[in-house]
């Protein structure tokens, strides 16, 4: 596991490097094998690694790797950009097994971050967050986002968008039965995660409403 750990840390952080490394490496087998079509992998590979070694690595690590925390000590802006936003280069230390530190790297385009998702979201500097990495190499990380502090808060937010939304529906008509519904349907699904009594209080209220409602 630490070996492929170290692979895939490699393959994410360094994707230049990695791209050359398949080019010698193929080039060198068909030579010695006197078959062209051991070319044929490399941009492939390539294409592969470049678009999801991230994604890749985040998967393995979360599979089977040992949860820890880290805290990230350096967050540098750089000149360059990634849809139109610029790219930042952070440094941060990780929590080991014994409970003694290591420092580790990675940017806005290299970090592992899970769940999954298009969305690249970093925890802030000098607050530890989740992270999951295997014992022997804990410079490879993966950050579990959704378990931070600050990805509570944006979950606990995206589940209120649709109660306010459909909040706002039904004080400007109490009387549509669809509003009350898809109010409803909210509140069930907000108060299913979060134990929210004025939410709960509000829920029961609103479903004796749609028993008077003819």
Request: glycine fraction near 4%.
């Amino acid at each position: 596991m630490v070996l492929i750990s170290k692979i895939l840390f490699f393959t994410s952080h360094h994707g230049f490097y990695t791209v050359i490394l398949l080019i010698v490496f193929f080039v060198l087998v068909s030579y010695l094998t006197k078959k062209i079509w051991f070319l044929i992998p490399i941009i492939p590979l390539a294409i592969v690694n470049g678009i999801g070694g991230q994604f890749i690595n985040a998967w393995f690590l979360n599979q089977y790797g040992t949860e820890s925390t880290a805290i990230i000590t350096s967050d540098i802006e750089t000149n360059s950009t990634l849809n139109e936003m610029y790219i930042h280069d952070y440094e941060a230390i990780v929590k080991k097994q014994d409970g003694k530190y290591t420092s580790t790297f990675f940017s806005t385009t290299t970090a592992s971050i899970y769940p999954i998702e298009n969305a690249i979201r970093i925890p802030r500097t000098d607050f530890p967050f989740p992270v999951k990495y295997i014992p022997g190499y804990e410079k490879n990380i993966v950050i579990l986002y959704n378990q931070s502090e600050q990805g509570q808060k944006e979950l606990k937010y995206s589940k209120l968008a649709p109660v306010n939304s459909a909040k706002i529906k039904y004080e400007a008509d109490k009387t549509n039965r669809e509003f009350i519904e898809e109010y409803i349907s909210a509140l069930e699904d907000y108060t299913q995660s979060y134990d929210d009594g004025n939410y709960k209080a509000e829920l029961k209220e609103l479903r004796e409403e749609l028993k008077q409602l003819k």
